[in-house]
């Protein structure tokens, strides 16, 4: 799972708390949320008029996310690479 479950679930109420109204770049972020992309993610996240509160909360949920996917063992790596 490339996203852990706590983060992937923090990202998503985060999400539905402060974009109520549905709208192509709520869906966008969703899709990158849903698709493993928090590249796409941040490039979401910097269209919308967030305070600096939300903008360094929203970014420490991604930054929490990249780590994991960091920790993750890539598809190509043999068993037991580091």
């Known amino acids: 799972m490339a ?12 999400l539905r708390r402060q974009l ?3 709208e192509p770049l ?5 899709a ?15 269209l919308f008029d967030f305070t600096e509160t939300q903008r360094r909360h929203v970014g420490g949920l991604l930054d929490d996310w990249e780590r994991d996917l960091a920790a993750l063992p890539h598809d ?3 068993p037991g690479a580091p």
């Open 3 to 14: 996203l852990s479950r706590a983060t992937r679930v923090s990202l998503l109420r985060w």
């Open 32 to 46: 990158a949320i849903e698709n493993g992309d928090p590249a796409e993610a941040r490039r979401v996240v910097a």
């Open 26 to 30: 709520r869906e966008r972020l969703e």
């Open 20 to 22: 109520r109204q549905s």
């Open 76 to 78: 190509l790596d043999p």
